[in-house]
Protein backbone atom coordinates (compact mmCIF):
# COMPACT_ATOMS: atom_id res chain seq x y z
CA UNK A 1 0.00 0.00 0.00
CA UNK A 2 1.36 3.52 -1.16
CA UNK A 3 1.85 5.58 1.95
CA UNK A 4 1.90 9.29 1.62
CA UNK A 5 2.31 12.38 3.68
CA UNK A 6 0.06 15.58 2.90
CA UNK A 7 1.07 19.34 3.40
CA UNK A 8 -0.70 22.89 1.86
CA UNK A 9 -3.79 24.12 1.28
CA UNK A 10 -5.03 21.00 -1.00
CA UNK A 11 -4.23 18.66 1.93
CA UNK A 12 -7.96 17.75 2.86
CA UNK A 13 -8.65 16.99 -0.82
CA UNK A 14 -5.81 14.93 -1.59
CA UNK A 15 -5.88 12.96 2.02
CA UNK A 16 -9.68 12.23 0.54
CA UNK A 17 -8.60 11.10 -2.74
CA UNK A 18 -5.77 8.99 -1.38
CA UNK A 19 -8.52 7.20 0.79
CA UNK A 20 -10.82 6.58 -2.19
CA UNK A 21 -7.59 5.23 -3.83
CA UNK A 22 -6.88 3.19 -1.07
CA UNK A 23 -3.68 4.64 0.06
CA UNK A 24 -2.54 5.34 3.40
CA UNK A 25 -2.05 8.95 4.47
CA UNK A 26 0.33 9.17 7.19
CA UNK A 27 1.83 11.72 9.75
CA UNK A 28 -1.40 14.15 9.25
CA UNK A 29 -1.41 17.27 10.51
CA UNK A 30 -3.89 18.22 13.67
CA UNK A 31 -6.93 19.67 11.62
CA UNK A 32 -6.54 16.59 9.41
CA UNK A 33 -6.77 14.42 12.18
CA UNK A 34 -9.77 16.57 13.36
CA UNK A 35 -11.61 16.16 9.97
CA UNK A 36 -11.34 12.71 9.33
CA UNK A 37 -13.15 10.14 11.39
CA UNK A 38 -10.28 8.22 11.07
CA UNK A 39 -6.89 7.03 12.69
CA UNK A 40 -3.51 8.27 10.86
CA UNK A 41 -0.39 6.60 12.21
CA UNK A 42 3.47 8.61 11.97
CA UNK A 43 4.79 6.38 9.79
CA UNK A 44 7.20 6.45 7.08
CA UNK A 45 6.15 8.05 3.73
CA UNK A 46 6.62 6.75 0.65
CA UNK A 47 5.81 9.97 -1.15
CA UNK A 48 5.59 13.59 0.23
CA UNK A 49 2.98 15.49 -1.18
CA UNK A 50 3.60 19.64 -0.60
CA UNK A 51 1.71 22.56 -1.88
CA UNK A 52 3.89 24.88 -4.25
CA UNK A 53 5.02 28.24 -2.59
CA UNK A 54 3.03 29.98 -4.83
CA UNK A 55 -0.03 27.42 -4.71
CA UNK A 56 -0.37 26.56 -8.05
CA UNK A 57 0.19 23.04 -7.80
CA UNK A 58 1.86 20.52 -5.64
CA UNK A 59 5.29 18.84 -5.11
CA UNK A 60 5.37 14.86 -5.27
CA UNK A 61 8.85 13.48 -4.28
CA UNK A 62 9.65 9.64 -2.83
CA UNK A 63 9.76 6.27 -4.24
CA UNK A 64 9.58 6.44 -8.39
CA UNK A 65 6.32 3.98 -7.93
CA UNK A 66 4.63 5.36 -5.43
CA UNK A 67 5.02 9.19 -6.98
CA UNK A 68 3.11 7.48 -9.84
CA UNK A 69 0.51 6.64 -8.57
CA UNK A 70 -0.43 9.86 -6.96
CA UNK A 71 0.74 11.96 -10.07
CA UNK A 72 -1.69 10.07 -12.23
CA UNK A 73 -4.66 10.08 -9.63
CA UNK A 74 -4.08 14.25 -9.93
CA UNK A 75 -3.12 14.59 -13.21
CA UNK A 76 -6.70 13.02 -14.01
CA UNK A 77 -8.61 15.64 -12.10
CA UNK A 78 -9.78 17.51 -14.71
CA UNK A 79 -8.65 18.71 -18.39
CA UNK A 80 -6.54 21.54 -17.22
CA UNK A 81 -3.92 19.59 -14.85
CA UNK A 82 -0.84 19.03 -15.98
CA UNK A 83 2.06 17.30 -14.88
CA UNK A 84 6.03 17.31 -15.48
CA UNK A 85 8.69 14.88 -14.01
CA UNK A 86 12.14 17.06 -12.52
CA UNK A 87 15.34 16.30 -14.00
CA UNK A 88 17.11 17.69 -10.80
CA UNK A 89 14.57 16.13 -8.40
CA UNK A 90 14.82 16.76 -4.14
CA UNK A 91 17.69 14.32 -2.70
CA UNK A 92 20.01 14.28 -6.25
CA UNK A 93 23.48 14.62 -6.30
CA UNK A 94 25.55 16.48 -8.56
CA UNK A 95 28.88 17.58 -9.19
CA UNK A 96 28.63 21.34 -10.05
CA UNK A 97 30.64 24.52 -11.17
CA UNK A 98 29.59 27.80 -9.98
CA UNK A 99 29.33 29.99 -13.10
CA UNK A 100 27.84 33.08 -11.51
CA UNK A 101 28.88 34.18 -8.13
CA UNK A 102 27.60 37.79 -8.60
CA UNK A 103 25.64 40.21 -5.80
CA UNK A 104 22.94 38.52 -3.80
CA UNK A 105 22.89 35.53 -1.33
CA UNK A 106 24.15 33.02 -3.14
CA UNK A 107 25.58 31.86 -7.21
CA UNK A 108 24.74 30.21 -9.91
CA UNK A 109 25.95 26.85 -10.41
CA UNK A 110 25.86 24.41 -13.80
CA UNK A 111 24.45 20.87 -12.93
CA UNK A 112 25.37 19.73 -16.24
CA UNK A 113 23.24 18.97 -19.31
CA UNK A 114 21.55 22.57 -19.05
CA UNK A 115 20.68 21.75 -16.04
CA UNK A 116 21.19 24.91 -13.13
CA UNK A 117 21.13 25.03 -9.30
CA UNK A 118 21.68 27.94 -6.50
CA UNK A 119 23.59 27.92 -3.77
CA UNK A 120 23.15 29.64 -0.82
CA UNK A 121 26.96 31.27 0.20
CA UNK A 122 26.33 30.86 3.17
CA UNK A 123 25.90 26.90 2.69
CA UNK A 124 29.45 26.87 1.37
CA UNK A 125 33.12 26.94 3.41
CA UNK A 126 35.09 29.68 2.46
CA UNK A 127 34.69 32.29 -0.61
CA UNK A 128 32.35 31.32 -3.29
CA UNK A 129 34.13 32.16 -6.83
CA UNK A 130 32.96 31.48 -10.67
CA UNK A 131 34.78 28.20 -11.52
CA UNK A 132 34.34 26.59 -8.01
CA UNK A 133 33.46 23.05 -8.34
CA UNK A 134 30.79 21.54 -5.46
CA UNK A 135 29.44 18.01 -4.80
CA UNK A 136 25.95 18.98 -3.79
CA UNK A 137 22.65 17.52 -3.42
CA UNK A 138 19.45 19.05 -3.81
CA UNK A 139 17.28 20.47 -0.89
CA UNK A 140 14.84 22.46 -2.28
CA UNK A 141 13.69 21.97 -6.13
CA UNK A 142 11.84 23.92 -7.93
CA UNK A 143 8.72 24.02 -10.31
CA UNK A 144 9.17 24.30 -13.94
CA UNK A 145 6.42 27.42 -14.28
CA UNK A 146 8.76 29.64 -12.19
CA UNK A 147 12.36 31.06 -12.97
CA UNK A 148 13.56 30.10 -9.68
CA UNK A 149 16.62 27.65 -10.04
CA UNK A 150 16.69 24.53 -7.32
CA UNK A 151 18.28 25.01 -4.57
CA UNK A 152 21.61 22.64 -3.60
CA UNK A 153 23.78 22.55 -1.10
CA UNK A 154 27.35 20.86 -0.41
CA UNK A 155 25.71 18.46 1.65
CA UNK A 156 24.85 14.97 1.91
CA UNK A 157 21.59 13.42 3.39
CA UNK A 158 19.25 10.48 3.61
CA UNK A 159 16.36 11.83 4.55
CA UNK A 160 12.74 9.35 5.86
CA UNK A 161 10.11 11.65 7.09
CA UNK A 162 10.59 10.66 10.67
CA UNK A 163 14.22 10.93 10.38
CA UNK A 164 17.06 12.29 8.35
CA UNK A 165 21.12 10.81 8.44
CA UNK A 166 23.53 13.07 7.25
CA UNK A 167 26.84 13.73 6.63
CA UNK A 168 27.43 16.91 7.83
CA UNK A 169 26.23 15.36 11.62
CA UNK A 170 27.70 12.60 14.02
CA UNK A 171 25.53 10.91 17.18
CA UNK A 172 21.44 11.34 17.60
CA UNK A 173 19.93 14.36 18.08
CA UNK A 174 16.07 15.40 17.51
CA UNK A 175 14.55 18.55 16.12
CA UNK A 176 12.82 19.04 18.98
CA UNK A 177 13.16 20.53 22.87
CA UNK A 178 12.55 19.00 25.94
CA UNK A 179 11.47 15.24 27.21
CA UNK A 180 10.20 14.17 24.09
CA UNK A 181 13.46 15.22 22.47
CA UNK A 182 15.54 12.92 25.11
CA UNK A 183 13.44 10.42 24.66
CA UNK A 184 14.11 9.95 20.90
CA UNK A 185 17.51 9.59 21.42
CA UNK A 186 17.67 7.48 23.75
CA UNK A 187 14.79 4.93 22.45
CA UNK A 188 17.31 5.02 19.13
CA UNK A 189 19.41 2.68 21.41
CA UNK A 190 16.74 0.15 21.70
CA UNK A 191 16.01 -0.23 17.90
CA UNK A 192 18.09 -2.80 16.31
CA UNK A 193 19.29 -0.69 13.24
CA UNK A 194 23.08 -0.07 12.29
CA UNK A 195 24.09 3.16 11.38
CA UNK A 196 26.79 3.35 8.65
CA UNK A 197 29.67 5.09 9.62
CA UNK A 198 30.30 8.67 8.99
CA UNK A 199 26.37 9.49 9.38
CA UNK A 200 24.80 11.13 12.14
CA UNK A 201 20.56 10.53 12.89
CA UNK A 202 18.17 13.46 13.44
CA UNK A 203 15.14 12.45 14.68
CA UNK A 204 12.61 15.18 12.66
CA UNK A 205 9.48 16.79 14.72
CA UNK A 206 7.01 14.19 13.21
CA UNK A 207 8.90 11.56 14.89
CA UNK A 208 7.15 12.90 18.62
CA UNK A 209 4.26 10.89 17.57
CA UNK A 210 5.87 7.71 15.97
CA UNK A 211 5.75 3.92 18.15
CA UNK A 212 9.36 2.27 18.44
CA UNK A 213 8.01 -0.18 15.53
CA UNK A 214 7.42 3.22 13.07
CA UNK A 215 11.15 4.80 14.39
CA UNK A 216 12.79 1.27 13.38
CA UNK A 217 11.09 1.29 10.01
CA UNK A 218 11.90 4.84 9.00
CA UNK A 219 15.52 4.48 10.26
CA UNK A 220 15.60 1.35 8.54
CA UNK A 221 14.57 3.26 5.02
CA UNK A 222 16.72 6.14 5.76
CA UNK A 223 20.09 3.63 6.56
CA UNK A 224 19.02 1.98 3.31
CA UNK A 225 18.91 5.23 1.29
CA UNK A 226 22.21 6.22 2.49
CA UNK A 227 23.55 2.93 1.77
CA UNK A 228 22.22 3.42 -1.67
CA UNK A 229 24.13 6.60 -2.52
CA UNK A 230 27.22 5.63 -1.06
CA UNK A 231 26.91 2.91 -3.89
CA UNK A 232 26.12 5.79 -5.98
CA UNK A 233 29.05 7.95 -5.40
CA UNK A 234 31.46 4.85 -4.79
CA UNK A 235 32.68 5.27 -8.23
CA UNK A 236 33.04 8.84 -8.30
CA UNK A 237 36.67 10.91 -7.98
CA UNK A 238 36.81 11.79 -4.22
CA UNK A 239 36.87 15.30 -5.50
CA UNK A 240 33.61 17.16 -7.43
CA UNK A 241 34.66 17.13 -11.58
CA UNK A 242 32.53 18.31 -14.21
CA UNK A 243 29.07 19.23 -13.96
CA UNK A 244 27.49 15.80 -13.91
CA UNK A 245 24.57 13.86 -12.77
CA UNK A 246 25.62 11.16 -9.77
CA UNK A 247 22.56 9.43 -7.94
CA UNK A 248 18.98 10.04 -7.74
CA UNK A 249 17.43 7.72 -4.21
CA UNK A 250 14.12 9.75 -5.54
CA UNK A 251 12.09 11.29 -7.94
CA UNK A 252 10.38 14.56 -7.98
CA UNK A 253 7.10 15.16 -10.26
CA UNK A 254 4.89 18.33 -10.61
CA UNK A 255 1.51 19.00 -10.64
CA UNK A 256 -0.30 22.38 -11.71
CA UNK A 257 -3.88 22.66 -11.55
CA UNK A 258 -5.62 24.73 -13.62
CA UNK A 259 -9.17 26.22 -12.67
CA UNK A 260 -11.41 23.12 -13.49
CA UNK A 261 -8.68 21.24 -11.43
CA UNK A 262 -9.37 23.41 -8.76
CA UNK A 263 -12.84 23.00 -9.07
CA UNK A 264 -12.24 19.25 -9.18
CA UNK A 265 -10.96 19.21 -5.55
CA UNK A 266 -13.60 21.36 -4.28
CA UNK A 267 -16.13 18.58 -4.46
CA UNK A 268 -13.57 15.90 -3.52
CA UNK A 269 -13.48 18.13 -0.29
CA UNK A 270 -17.24 18.57 -0.15
CA UNK A 271 -16.94 14.95 0.75
CA UNK A 272 -15.23 15.71 3.99
CA UNK A 273 -15.69 19.33 4.98
CA UNK A 274 -17.93 22.40 3.99
CA UNK A 275 -16.70 23.56 1.16
CA UNK A 276 -17.28 27.18 -0.42
CA UNK A 277 -18.08 27.24 -4.24
CA UNK A 278 -14.06 28.18 -5.40
CA UNK A 279 -12.67 26.66 -2.03
CA UNK A 280 -9.72 26.26 -3.74
CA UNK A 281 -9.42 28.84 -6.41
CA UNK A 282 -9.50 31.19 -3.74
CA UNK A 283 -7.59 29.98 -1.68
CA UNK A 284 -4.54 29.57 -4.51
CA UNK A 285 -4.85 33.75 -4.87
CA UNK A 286 -3.18 34.83 -1.63
CA UNK A 287 -2.29 34.03 1.66
CA UNK A 288 -4.89 36.30 3.55
CA UNK A 289 -7.58 34.98 1.40
CA UNK A 290 -7.11 31.65 2.65
CA UNK A 291 -7.56 32.83 5.88
CA UNK A 292 -10.90 34.46 4.93
CA UNK A 293 -11.69 31.10 3.28
CA UNK A 294 -11.56 29.50 6.58
CA UNK A 295 -12.61 31.79 8.38
CA UNK A 296 -16.11 31.70 6.25
CA UNK A 297 -16.40 27.78 6.15
CA UNK A 298 -15.80 27.79 9.39
CA UNK A 299 -18.86 30.04 10.67
CA UNK A 300 -21.12 28.01 8.13
CA UNK A 301 -20.36 24.94 9.44
CA UNK A 302 -20.08 25.45 13.20
CA UNK A 303 -21.76 28.45 14.35
CA UNK A 304 -21.25 27.73 17.97
CA UNK A 305 -23.55 29.06 20.64
CA UNK A 306 -22.87 30.89 23.57
CA UNK A 307 -24.51 31.21 27.32
CA UNK A 308 -27.18 32.80 25.87
CA UNK A 309 -27.46 30.91 22.85
CA UNK A 310 -26.68 34.19 20.61
CA UNK A 311 -25.00 31.83 17.81
CA UNK A 312 -21.88 33.76 18.12
CA UNK A 313 -19.48 31.70 16.60
CA UNK A 314 -16.53 31.22 19.05
CA UNK A 315 -14.73 28.11 17.92
CA UNK A 316 -14.59 30.10 14.17
CA UNK A 317 -13.27 33.40 15.71
CA UNK A 318 -10.78 31.74 17.90
CA UNK A 319 -8.97 28.87 15.95
CA UNK A 320 -8.74 32.07 13.24
CA UNK A 321 -7.73 35.35 15.33
CA UNK A 322 -7.20 33.38 19.41
CA UNK A 323 -6.97 33.20 21.31
CA UNK A 324 -5.61 29.68 21.27
CA UNK A 325 -3.66 27.03 23.37
CA UNK A 326 -0.23 28.53 23.85
CA UNK A 327 -1.34 32.15 23.51
CA UNK A 328 -0.26 34.86 25.98
CA UNK A 329 -3.36 36.34 27.03
CA UNK A 330 -4.29 39.78 29.27
CA UNK A 331 -7.20 40.04 31.51
CA UNK A 332 -8.48 43.86 31.46
CA UNK A 333 -10.82 43.80 34.02
CA UNK A 334 -13.12 47.18 33.05
CA UNK A 335 -14.54 49.28 36.10
CA UNK A 336 -18.25 50.79 35.32
CA UNK A 337 -16.79 54.19 35.87
CA UNK A 338 -14.81 53.49 33.40
CA UNK A 339 -11.29 52.74 34.07
CA UNK A 340 -9.60 49.73 32.60
CA UNK A 341 -6.93 47.59 35.39
CA UNK A 342 -4.98 44.69 34.07
CA UNK A 343 -4.52 41.80 36.15
CA UNK A 344 -1.33 40.49 34.35
CA UNK A 345 -1.00 37.96 31.75
CA UNK A 346 -0.87 34.49 31.37
CA UNK A 347 -1.01 31.49 29.18
CA UNK A 348 -3.59 30.02 27.65
CA UNK A 349 -3.15 25.92 28.54
CA UNK A 350 -6.14 24.86 27.54
CA UNK A 351 -9.45 25.60 24.91
CA UNK A 352 -12.19 24.09 24.08
CA UNK A 353 -14.52 24.80 21.47
CA UNK A 354 -17.40 26.19 23.03
CA UNK A 355 -15.68 28.93 24.22
CA UNK A 356 -13.74 27.88 27.61
CA UNK A 357 -10.18 28.66 28.15
CA UNK A 358 -7.98 27.84 30.84
CA UNK A 359 -5.29 30.58 31.75
CA UNK A 360 -2.32 30.27 33.94
CA UNK A 361 -0.70 33.40 36.11
CA UNK A 362 2.92 33.03 37.83
CA UNK A 363 2.28 35.37 41.20
CA UNK A 364 4.66 37.41 42.90
CA UNK A 365 4.93 37.12 46.45
CA UNK A 366 3.74 40.34 49.07
CA UNK A 367 0.27 41.12 50.42
CA UNK A 368 -2.65 38.65 50.50
CA UNK A 369 -5.12 37.37 48.36
CA UNK A 370 -8.62 39.41 48.66
CA UNK A 371 -11.43 38.49 51.04
CA UNK A 372 -9.43 35.05 51.24
CA UNK A 373 -7.26 36.34 53.89
CA UNK A 374 -4.03 34.53 52.73
CA UNK A 375 -0.68 35.61 51.78
CA UNK A 376 0.56 35.84 48.32
CA UNK A 377 3.57 33.90 48.19
CA UNK A 378 6.61 33.46 45.29
CA UNK A 379 5.63 30.37 43.68
CA UNK A 380 2.04 30.73 43.76
CA UNK A 381 -0.12 30.24 40.72
CA UNK A 382 -3.70 31.59 40.05
CA UNK A 383 -5.65 29.27 37.52
CA UNK A 384 -8.73 31.12 35.81
CA UNK A 385 -11.43 29.95 33.62
CA UNK A 386 -12.96 31.79 31.31
CA UNK A 387 -15.96 31.04 29.00
CA UNK A 388 -16.93 33.43 26.07
CA UNK A 389 -20.82 34.95 26.85
CA UNK A 390 -20.77 33.94 30.79
CA UNK A 391 -21.39 36.54 33.99
CA UNK A 392 -18.44 35.10 35.81
CA UNK A 393 -15.34 33.47 36.22
CA UNK A 394 -13.31 31.24 38.63
CA UNK A 395 -9.78 31.94 39.71
CA UNK A 396 -7.93 29.50 41.68
CA UNK A 397 -5.07 29.99 43.24
CA UNK A 398 -2.35 27.71 44.58
CA UNK A 399 0.72 27.46 45.94
CA UNK A 400 4.13 26.10 44.41
CA UNK A 401 3.51 22.17 45.62
CA UNK A 402 -0.31 22.79 44.10
CA UNK A 403 -2.66 23.10 47.36
CA UNK A 404 -5.24 25.35 47.07
CA UNK A 405 -5.64 28.52 48.76
CA UNK A 406 -8.88 29.08 47.92
CA UNK A 407 -11.26 29.77 44.70
CA UNK A 408 -12.50 33.56 43.88
CA UNK A 409 -15.68 33.94 41.39
CA UNK A 410 -15.97 37.06 39.66
CA UNK A 411 -19.29 38.46 38.77
CA UNK A 412 -18.86 40.66 35.99
CA UNK A 413 -20.69 41.32 32.48
CA UNK A 414 -20.39 38.76 30.10
CA UNK A 415 -16.96 37.81 28.88
CA UNK A 416 -15.22 38.32 25.86
CA UNK A 417 -12.22 36.47 24.70
CA UNK A 418 -10.80 38.81 22.20
CA UNK A 419 -7.19 37.55 20.53
CA UNK A 420 -5.26 39.86 23.11
CA UNK A 421 -7.12 40.35 25.96
CA UNK A 422 -10.28 38.59 28.33
CA UNK A 423 -12.68 41.78 28.60
CA UNK A 424 -15.82 42.79 30.50
CA UNK A 425 -16.71 45.29 33.41
CA UNK A 426 -16.51 44.15 36.53
CA UNK A 427 -19.91 44.07 38.57
CA UNK A 428 -18.00 44.43 42.52
CA UNK A 429 -20.03 41.65 44.18
CA UNK A 430 -18.06 38.34 44.48
CA UNK A 431 -18.15 34.58 45.71
CA UNK A 432 -15.46 32.67 47.11
CA UNK A 433 -14.42 29.93 48.60
CA UNK A 434 -12.18 29.02 50.86
CA UNK A 435 -9.49 25.99 51.47
CA UNK A 436 -11.67 25.17 54.06
CA UNK A 437 -14.69 24.83 52.35
CA UNK A 438 -16.52 28.10 53.20
CA UNK A 439 -18.16 29.69 50.58
CA UNK A 440 -19.28 33.22 51.00
CA UNK A 441 -20.56 36.38 48.45
CA UNK A 442 -18.86 39.32 49.55
CA UNK A 443 -18.14 42.96 48.22
CA UNK A 444 -22.00 43.84 47.96
CA UNK A 445 -21.79 47.05 49.50
CA UNK A 446 -19.83 47.78 46.56
CA UNK A 447 -21.85 47.36 44.04
CA UNK A 448 -24.49 49.18 46.16
CA UNK A 449 -22.43 52.31 46.11
CA UNK A 450 -22.27 51.78 42.15
CA UNK A 451 -25.44 52.06 41.80
CA UNK A 452 -26.13 54.85 43.95
CA UNK A 453 -23.45 56.41 41.94
CA UNK A 454 -25.15 56.16 38.99
CA UNK A 455 -22.28 53.79 37.79
CA UNK A 456 -24.46 50.47 37.72
CA UNK A 457 -28.48 50.35 36.69
CA UNK A 458 -30.65 48.80 39.26
CA UNK A 459 -31.28 46.14 36.93
CA UNK A 460 -27.53 45.35 36.30
CA UNK A 461 -27.43 45.00 39.80
CA UNK A 462 -30.23 42.56 40.11
CA UNK A 463 -28.24 40.75 37.45
CA UNK A 464 -25.15 41.05 39.59
CA UNK A 465 -26.92 39.19 42.77
CA UNK A 466 -29.11 36.88 41.06
CA UNK A 467 -25.56 35.48 39.14
CA UNK A 468 -23.71 35.43 42.95
CA UNK A 469 -26.26 33.95 44.58
CA UNK A 470 -26.18 31.06 41.80
CA UNK A 471 -22.31 30.66 42.07
CA UNK A 472 -22.65 30.88 45.83
CA UNK A 473 -25.18 27.48 45.64
CA UNK A 474 -23.25 25.98 43.24
CA UNK A 475 -20.44 26.33 45.47
CA UNK A 476 -22.16 25.20 48.47
CA UNK A 477 -23.25 21.43 47.16
Not at 12 to 19: E, G
Not at 328 to 336: A, F, Q, S, V
Request: proline fraction near 5%.
Amino acid sequence: MTTGRVRGIYTTAITQLLRNRGCEVVQASEPIRERFDASFEAAPADVAIETTRDRQGVELSGEPDAVETVASELESLAIDSFRWDDAVPRGAVFDCEVVDAGGGGGATVDLGDGRRGYLHYDDADGYVDSGNRYRVQVTEPAPPWTDDDPRVEPTLEAADGLVALSRDRSGVSAALRGERADELVGMTDLLSVDVPDGWGVRWQGTAADADLEAMGTALERAVDRAQALEDALADAPETPGEPDHLAAPRTTTWVWFGRESRFALDGVRREVETTMAGHHRTKAADRAASAAVDFAEAVCESPGESDDGDGFPFDAVSRQFGPTTGDRLEIGHGKPDGRLISLGRGEVTDWDADGSITLERSMRGGGSYDALGVPKEEGDVAITKFREGRWWYPTTYRDENGTAKGTYVNVCTPVELFPGTARYVDLYVDVIRRADGTVETVDEDELEAAVDDGHVSEELAEKAMNVAAAVERALSK
